[in-house]
């Protein structure tokens, strides 16, 4: 059974950064994309950035396009997010699984694991 455990998130004020970690244990880890989703206060998942299983191609949505960062180090099986210049609408729970898509769409792969708790980023104005 897979485990996703999500880490780094707290508060900062707009502008700040954070650096989100991934970490999987339990399955092969190297050869899957993953994703990193996120859920807003009273609203829907949503897809954030995904990274393809060598770390050669990323793909992001729009709105945070330019300012965040997807990586990831299979030696480790750890994926990584780095968020700049965050704002207010960036406050969510932010979650990692794998994942399957094509440019700015993305959909989780809740067959390679279920949900981890997330970690909540809030962006304060």
């Known amino acids: 059974q897979v485990q996703l455990v999500e880490s780094g998130g707290g508060l900062v004020q707009t502008g700040g950064s954070l650096r989100l970690s991934c970490a999987a244990s339990g399955r092969t880890f190297s050869i899957y994309d993953m994703g990193w989703f996120r859920q807003p206060p009273g609203k829907e998942r949503e897809f954030v950035a995904a990274i393809s299983w060598n770390g050669g191609n990323t793909y992001y949505a729009d709105s945070v396009k330019g300012r965040f960062t997807i990586s990831r180090d299979n030696a480790k099986n750890t994926m990584y997010l780095q968020m700049n210049s965050l704002k207010p609408e960036d406050t969510a729970v932010y979650y990692c699984?794998?994942?399957?898509?094509?440019?700015?769409?993305?959909?989780?792969?809740?067959?390679?694991?279920?949900w981890g708790q997330g970690t909540q980023v809030t962006v304060s104005s």
């Open positions: 699984n794998a994942a399957r898509g094509a440019g700015s769409t993305w959909y989780p792969r809740i067959d390679f694991a279920s």
